[in-house]
Nanobody
Framework: QAQLVESGGGLVQAGGSLRLSCTDS??????????MAWYRQAPGKQRELVAG???????NYGDSVEGRFTISRDNRKKTIYLQMNNLNPEDTAVYYC??????????WGQGTQVTVSS
């Protein structure tokens, strides 16, 4: 079964940086057509969109991360990245990778923990 595998999470001090990766194990050739995104969920809060990137590499960001985070994709590697700079404790959450196409195709990764200490 195809999986999205996230990596790169960890503990970092405020002001630091992390780079998350998400690789799709789906052996098909549709990765480049999929919308890819990062979401996050902090304890007691709803899951929120962090950043998304379309098949044509158009990007969008949540208000709280605009200017600090950058999403990118490498279709050849079936991987997306989230470069996170100037992290603050409010960025602490489990970060999830998401892939979708149309109204039916929608998959999630298992999540990776990001903890930012003050």
């Amino acid at each position: 079964q195809a999986q999205l595998v996230e990596s790169g999470g960890g503990l970092v001090q405020a002001g630091g940086s992390l780079r998350l990766s998400c690789t799709d194990s789906d052996p098909g050739n549709t990765f480049s057509m999929n919308f890819m995104a990062w979401y996050r969920q902090a304890p007691g809060k709803q899951r929120e969109l962090v950043a998304g990137i379309s098949s044509s590499h158009n990007t969008n960001y949540g208000d709280s991360v605009e200017g600090r985070f950058t999403i990118s994709r490498d279709n050849r590697k079936k991987t997306i990245y989230l470069q996170m700079n100037n992290l603050n404790p409010e960025d602490t959450a489990v970060y999830y990778c998401n892939t979708r196409r149309g109204t039916i195709y929608n998959r999630w990764g298992q999540g990776t923990q990001v903890t930012v200490s003050s």
